[in-house]
């Protein structure tokens, strides 16, 4: 029987599994059965389980269960609804011509007379610059509209040449491109973009 240290007061025994976004993963199993082992006989709660462990089933969850990412429509939890929506301020409209050039080393060039859109955000509010090269889009209500040109420090260019109007703010982040499209973008994980979002954004929260 496993036995608590005099001393100590705990109110919840937790670990963390290692491999849960990787259901076929032995590690799970193993974790499993040693925290059993550790814990079975103990007269307190416990906790295994985070968004991946609660998706491998009831063995996993124990008294409590700790999801994260999921709540945020995030991986591995693939049937969540996306909940998090983050808009950018336009700020400046500019009219390009056939072989004009935006962004840092000109890695983007006009092939036609184009009209690109300034939004103020870059990669000091968490949006990293990989996400650049990543074909992401900036979305006008439904419509996507490609971001041009490299993510710098505080900006971001976008492409609005079919808008027939542009909108105040743009969306980066919404149920079309959540966290994790974002993420593949930039070469990460879902966490990470969320947890990166700068403290220069505003919040809102709703419900």
């Known amino acids: ?48 389980a985070a968004t991946g462990g609660m998706l491998l089933g009831p063995d996993y969850h124990f008294d409590l269960c700790r999801p ?9 939890f693939k049937d969540a609804v996306p909940v998090v929506r983050l808009e950018l301020p336009v700020i400046q409209l500019r009219d390009l011509e056939p072989g004009e050039t935006a962004g840092y080393g000109n890695t983007w060039t006009a092939k036609r007379p184009s009209r690109i859109a300034t939004v103020a955000a870059g990669y000091a509010d968490g949006l990293h610059r990989a996400m650049g090269t990543g074909g992401i889009h900036l979305y006008a209500g439904q419509t996507p509209c ?16 079919d808008m027939p109007e542009v909108p105040d703010m743009l969306a980066i982040l919404n149920e079309q491109q959540t966290v994790d499209t974002l993420a593949a973008a930039a070469g990460t994980i879902g966490y990470e973009i969320l947890t990166s979002t700068g403290h220069r954004h505003a919040r809102t929260y709703q419900g």
Not at 68 to 76: D, E, I, R, S
């Open 1 to 48: 029987v496993a036995e608590i240290a005099l001393g100590q007061d705990p109110v919840l025994l937790m670990s963390h599994l290692a491999c849960a976004d990787e259901p076929a993963h032995p590690m799970n199993a193993q974790q499993l059965k040693t925290f059993r082992e550790l814990t079975d006989g103990l007269d307190l709660p416990r906790s295994l």
């Open 68 to 76: 994260g990412v999921g709540l945020y429509g995030g991986l591995p």
């Open 146 to 161: 490609p971001v041009v040109g490299r993510i710098s420090m505080d900006l971001i260019t976008v492409d609005v040449t």
